[in-house]
C-alpha cells in the first residue's frame, strides 16, 4: 500500500498535504493530552511495533505480496489520532531511511494506512466490542477500508493526467486498482486482524479503558 | 503491561527475517521494468520520479546478507521510532506545562 514517488499527479501531492497537514498538527495536540508515564514508552513501542509488523511480507497467490499495519491496534489501545501520527511516523522513516513509500506520496500513504486505518478501526471495534472477536474484525476491515482509499487515489491518475491517451502518472484506472487493492486486502486483513486479537488480547487491556477522541 | 509490549517487539524483530520469504511486490510498488512490459512505456512521472537516496534502500545494503541487514533495519528503524516518538512526547509535556 506504500505509494512510491512519481505515481501521484503534483496536484494530488498537494491536496493530500493540504488535508493532512492540519490532521497531523490537531494529531500532535492530541499526542500531548494522552500522554502519561505508562502511555509514554507505550506509544513509542506500539509505533516500533507498527514498523516491525510491515517487514513480514506475506506472499498471496497472484504475484503479490502485503503486509500487516498495525494501526487499529494503536487506535484501540491509545486512541486514533495516536495511531495517526505514529503510523504517519513509521511512514516517513520508511520513506527517508528505506526507500519504502514516496516522499512525495507521504501525505497520501499516512492518509491511507495511517488516518482511514485507525478511524475505521476504532469506530468498528467500538460498535463491536460486547464481542470477543472485535479487534479482529476491526483491523480486518481497516485495513480493507484503507486499500479502497488507495485504490481510489491510484485509480483517478490516469483518469485526470494523461497525454496522448498515455497515462502520465499511475497507469491503472479505477476499474482495475479498486478491485486489484481491495482483493488483495481481503487476504492481507487476515494477518491485520490476527495481529490485532493477539496482541490486543496479551495486552490484557479492559474495555472499560478504551479512550474517547 | 510496559515490558509485555516490549516482549512482543523483541520477539518479533526475532523473527522478523521471515518477511523476506516472499519476494513478490505488493500491488502497485513494481519496477520501473514492469510497465515497460505490461505496456511498452514508463509513464512519465514514474520514469522521471526523483526520490531522495534512501540510506537502506528495500532494507538492505547491495545483495549479499539479506537476513543481517533486514536485521540491521529491523533494529534500526524500531529504535529511531521509538526515540522520535519519545522526543514528541517530551516536547508534548514540556508545552502543556
Known sequence: ?213 | MKYKIFMILGTLVLLVPLGLLSDSPAWGEWESEYYMKILGFIPKGIADAKGIKPLLPDYSLGSSHPVLWYYVSALLGAGLIYIIMLMLSKIGTKNAK
Not at chain 1, 483517478?156 to 486498482?177: M, T
Request: net charge neutral.
Open chain 1, 1 to 213: 500500500m506504500h505509494i512510491a514517488d512519481g505515481y501521484l499527479s503534483p496536484q494530488t501531492v498537494i491536496v493530500s498535504f493540504a488535508v493532512a497537514t492540519p490532521l497531523w498538527i490537531y494529531a500532535f495536540k492530541r499526542l500531548k493530552s494522552e500522554l502519561n508515564e505508562e502511555t509514554i514508552p507505550m506509544i513509542g513501542a506500539l509505533s516500533a511495533l507498527s514498523f516491525v509488523i510491515m517487514m513480514f511480507n506475506i506472499p498471496i497467490p497472484g504475484g503479490t505480496s502485503g503486509h500487516a499495519v498495525g494501526a487499529t491496534l494503536i487506535a484501540i489501545l491509545i486512541n486514533p489520532w495516536i495511531a495517526f501520527i505514529s503510523v504517519s511516523l513509521v511512514l516517513l522513516i520508511q520513506a527517508v531511511i528505506f526507500g519504502d513509500g514516496g516522499i512525495s506520496a507521504l501525505a497520501v500513504n499516512s492518509l491511507s494506512m495511517g488516518f482511514v486505518a485507525s478511524f475505521s478501526g476504532y469506530y468498528l471495534f467500538l460498535l463491536l466490542k460486547k464481542y470477543k472477536f472485535a479487534p479482529f474484525i476491526a483491523g480486518y476491515l481497516s485495513l480493507v477500508a484503507a486499500s479502497f482509499f488507495v485504490g481510489l487515489v491510484l485509480g483517478i491518475q490516469p483518469l485526470f493526467w494523461s497525454e496522448d491517451g498515455r497515462p502520465l502518472y499511475f497507469p491503472f484506472g479505477l476499474n482495475i486498482s479498486v478491485p486489484m487493492m481491495v482483493g488483495a486486502h481481503l487476504l492481507f486483513g487476515i494477518a491485520e486482524g490476527t495481529f490485532t486479537q493477539l496482541i490486543y488480547m496479551l495486552m490484557h487491556k479492559s474495555e472499560e479503558r478504551v479512550y474517547e477522541v
